[in-house]
C-alpha cells in the first residue's frame, strides 16, 4: 500500500467519507456526473456511464426502463441474467447509481444492509476484523477496516450474504473500500490472484446499487437458488479442516471455489498432468486409482517384461477432497487419477490459492499434513501388495474405508494413540448413555409404584449421567451422541418438574401436550422415550377406581404365585380351570378393559394414536405367543 494512498484514507475520514452508517455514505456519494468528472479520469466517466447516471437520477415517471437496461446488459451481463422481463424492469426503475472515490468506504462492517452491489468501473477490496490478524506496518494504519481479504474487479456483484428470506436481515460481516480504477487496462483479476491488490490507478469506482426492498422482491429468490457465496460457505463450514475458520476466512475460500459438473466415468485429474487444482465433493463419488509398474515373471523367477497395473485406492464421498496429496508434497505432476464413479458435483480451486489460505493458518495446516501422510501410507500399502501380488486383482476390499483411515475426517487426522484414546471416550460414553437411560426407566417404574422417594433418586442419577456424556460429547465433538443425551436430559428434567409440582400439592398444567414436533414433522422423543411419556400421562390420569381397581389385580396375582409355589409338584402347572372365581375374572377383564380404553382416550387426545395402535398390537402378539408357548407346553406334560 502506497504512501499517497494512507494519506487519501487519513483525510476521507476527517471529511466524513467514512461514517459508520452506510445510508449516510450513500448519500454523501451519489454525485453528479459533473463532479465525478471533475476528480476522475477522462475514461471512466465516458458517455455511456454518464448517461446512465443522467438516466437514474431521472423520476420514476420520466425513466426509459429501457435505456437503462441496455446498457446494464452490456456492462453486467450476468447481473440480470435469469430473470422475467417484468422484473428487469423493476429493477431498472429502482437502480441507483454510486460513484466512490478512491479509498472511500462503501460501507463498514456490522453495518446493516441497504443494497446489493454491482461493480461498473474500478475495483473494491474486501476488508474484515480480525482480533488475531498479523498486520504489517502498512496494514496496521488500517486497522479500523481490519485484515483484507481480495479484490472485486469490475462486474462482480456484492453484498448479497446479509440479506434473509424472512427479512431478519444479518449485519455486514466485511467492510468494502473503493479502491476507485484499481484494475487497470491488462492487469490480473483476483480470480488468478486473490488475496492480491493489483493495481491502484484513478479515483472513482461506479458502483450499481440496487435498493434492499427491490432485491428482496425481484433478485433474491434467483440468487437463493443459484450457486451463491452463501451455499459455499455452508458446504465449507462441513468440513472439519474449516469448522474453525472465521467468517472473513471462508469468505475468502468461497470467492476462489468454482462449481463444476462431472459424468460417469470422466476423468477430474490424470496421473502424469500437470498438478492445477484440488477438487472438493459436493455430490457423487471420485474414485482414486494409481497406475503401478509390475515386474512379469516366468516359471523359474526371471523378469520377463513391465506391465502398467492399475491400482484402486479408495473411493470419496461429500465432503472429501482430492488432490491434498499433490499439493501438500510440493508434487508438479499428478501421481494419481480421479475418476467420477457416478454423476458427481465438485468445487474446483487453484491449488496455489487453495495451499496459500492454508498455509496461513498453522492448524489447518498440520491437520492436512496428518491427512496427506496417512493417505500415503495406505497409497505405500496397496501399490506394495500390487507388486507382491501381480497376478491379483487389486479392487478395493469391503472394509477399505475403515481400514484406511483414507476419507477426509476427524480420524484421518489422528495417530493410533488418539484414535485409540477417541476410542475409549466414545465407550466411555456409551456407557454414560446406558446408565442415564437405565436410571430414567427405573425412576419411570418407581413412579408407577408410588415410591416417589427413589425415584427422586434414580433422576437424581440419570441428570448426573447426562450431564457427564454432554460434557464427553462436547469435547470429541460427537453431535449424534450429544443430541440423544440432551433427549434424555429434557425427560429427566421434564419428570423432576413433574414430581415437584406433585410434592407441593400442585397441578401438572401442560402434562398432556404432545410432544415437540420439529420442523421436519418427526417427533423430538425417539424409541421407547414415547411409550414411557404415555405411561406418565397414564399414571398422572388414573381415577380413584382405576387404582382400586389395580390394586385389587396386583392382590391377584400375588395370590395365585403363592399357591403355585405351595404345591409340591416340580413339573409346571397347568390346571385346566383357573384359581380365581368367576366373578374375580370378570372383574380383572374389566379392569384391563377400563384401563386400556382410557390409555386410549389419552393417547388420542395427545395425538399418539398410532403410537398407542402400534403398541397394542405388539402387546397382542406378545400375548398371542405367551399362550401358544403355555399350550405347548402343557401338551409336553401331558
Known amino acids: ?32 456526473i459533473e463532479e465525478a468528472t471533475a476528480t476522475a479520469p477522462a475514461k471512466v466517466t465516458d458517455k455511456k456511464m454518464a448517461k446512465l447516471i443522467e438516466l437514474t437520477k431521472k423520476a420514476d415517471s420520466e425513466k426509459s426502463t429501457e435505456a437503462i437496461l441496455k446498457i446494464v446488459q452490456e456492462e453486467a451481463p450476468n447481473l440480470l441474467s435469469g430473470l422475467a422481463m417484468s422484473n428487469n424492469r423493476a429493477i431498472a426503475r429502482s437502480i441507483q447509481i454510486r460513484c466512490c472515490l478512491n479509498d472511500e468506504v462503501v460501507f463498514r462492517q456490522n453495518d446493516p444492509p441497504d443494497a446489493y452491489y454491482t461493480i461498473l468501473r474500478g475495483a473494491v477490496s474486501i476488508y474484515a476484523l480480525m482480533s488475531s490478524a498479523n498486520l504489517d506496518a502498512e496494514e496496521e494504519k488500517r486497522r479500523e477496516y ?118 460417469k466415468g470422466d476423468l477430474l485429474a490424470k496421473q502424469g498432468d500437470r498438478v492445477e487444482n484440488i477438487f472438493m465433493v459436493i455430490k457423487g463419488k471420485v474414485r482414486v486409482q494409481i497406475s503401478s509398474e509390475t515386474h512379469l515373471v516366468d ?5 520377463v517384461g513391465i506391465t502398467n497395473k492399475l491400482v484402486e485406492i479408495a473411493e470419496l464421498g461429500e465432503n472429501d477432497i482430492f488432490g491434498l496429496v499433490e499439493g501438500f ?9 480421479g475418476v467420477a464413479v457416478v454423476a458427481t458435483e465438485v468445487y474446483v480451486c487453484s491449488l496455489s490459492q487453495f495451499t496459500s489460505m492454508v498455509s496461513a493458518l498453522p492448524k489447518t495446516l498440520m491437520l492436512v499434513q496428518k ?62 448413555l446406558r446408565e442415564a437411560r437405565s436410571s430414567y426407566r427405573a425412576a419411570v417404574t418407581k413412579i408407577k409404584a408410588k415410591n416417589h422417594h427413589h425415584a427422586v433418586r434414580e433422576l437424581a442419577k440419570a ?87 389395580r390394586r385389587m389385580s396386583e392382590t391377584m396375582k400375588k395370590s395365585q404365585k403363592a399357591d403355585q409355589k405351595s404345591k409340591t409338584k416340580k413339573s409346571f402347572p397347568s390346571p385346566p380351570n383357573s384359581p380365581l372365581s368367576p366373578d374375580a375374572i370378570e372383574s ?11 390409555i386410549a382416550a389419552l393417547a388420542n387426545k395427545a395425538g399418539l ?15 398371542e405367543a405367551q399362550q401358544g408357548a403355555k399350550r405347548r407346553a402343557r401338551r409336553k406334560i401331558i
Open 1 to 32: 500500500m502506497s504512501q499517497s494512498r494512507i494519506s487519501s484514507i487519513s483525510s476521507s475520514k476527517s471529511s466524513g467519507l467514512t461514517n459508520s452508517s452506510s445510508h449516510d455514505n450513500e448519500h454523501n456519494s451519489l454525485v453528479t
Open 146 to 263: 481490519g485484515k483484507f481479504l481480495v479484490q472485486l474487479k469490475s462486474g462482480a456483484g456484492f453484498g448479497e450474504l446479509s440479506f434473509q428470506g424472512d427479512y431478519n436481515h444479518t449485519l455486514r460481516n466485511a467492510g468494502i473500500v473503493s479502491d476507485g480504477m484499481g484494475l487497470m487496462e491488462g492487469s490480473v483479476s483476483f480470480e488468478d490472484k486473490p488475496g492480491e491488490k493489483v493495481g491502484e490507478g484513478g479515483n472513482v469506482c461506479i458502483l450499481l446499487l440496487i435498493p434492499e426492498e427491490c432485491y428482496m422482491r425481484e433478485m433474491y429468490a434467483l440468487h437463493a437458488s443459484k450457486n451463491k457465496t452463501k451455499e459455499k460457505i455452508n458446504f465449507l463450514k462441513k468440513s472439519f479442516l474449516f469448522s474453525t475458520w472465521s467468517i472473513d476466512q471462508l469468505v475468502k475460500l468461497a470467492y476462489a471455489i468454482k462449481r463444476k459438473d462431472y459424468e
Open 299 to 303: 516359471a523359474h523367477g526371471s523378469k
Open 329 to 337: 508434497d510440493n508434487k508438479r505432476k499428478m501421481k494419481r487419477t
Open 371 to 432: 491427512v496427506v501422510q496417512k493417505r500415503k501410507d495406505w497409497e505405500k500399502l496397496r501399490t506394495d501388495y500390487a507388486v507382491n501380488f501381480p497376478t491379483m486383482k487389486c479392487c478395493l476390499p469391503a472394509n477399505a474405508t475403515d481400514m484406511s483411515k483414507y476419507s477426509l475426517s476427524k480420524e484421518s487426522a489422528m495417530s493410533e494413540t488418539e484414535l485409540k484414546d477417541l476410542k475409549e471416550k466414545k465407550n466411555q460414553l456409551f456407557q454414560f
Open 463 to 549: 441428570e448426573e449421567q447426562c450431564r457427564k456424556a454432554l460434557l464427553l460429547a462436547n469435547s470429541i465433538n460427537e453431535a449424534d451422541l450429544k443430541e440423544q443425551a440432551q433427549d434424555i436430559m429434557d425427560e429427566v428434567c421434564e419428570q423432576k418438574r413433574i414430581q415437584t409440582i406433585r410434592a407441593m400439592g400442585g397441578e401438572v398444567e401442560d402434562e398432556d401436550q404432545a410432544p415437540p414436533v420439529s420442523s421436519s414433522g418427526e417427533r423430538n422423543r425417539r424409541g421407547s422415550v414415547t411409550l414411557v411419556a404415555m405411561r406418565r400421562r397414564t399414571l398422572s390420569e388414573e381415577t380413584s377406581e382405576d387404582v382400586r381397581e
Open 588 to 598: 380383572l377383564q374389566l379392569s384391563r378393559s377400563n384401563r386400556r380404553r382410557s
Open 609 to 623: 394414536k398410532d403410537e398407542f395402535e402400534k403398541m397394542d398390537e405388539v402387546r397382542n402378539c406378545e400375548d
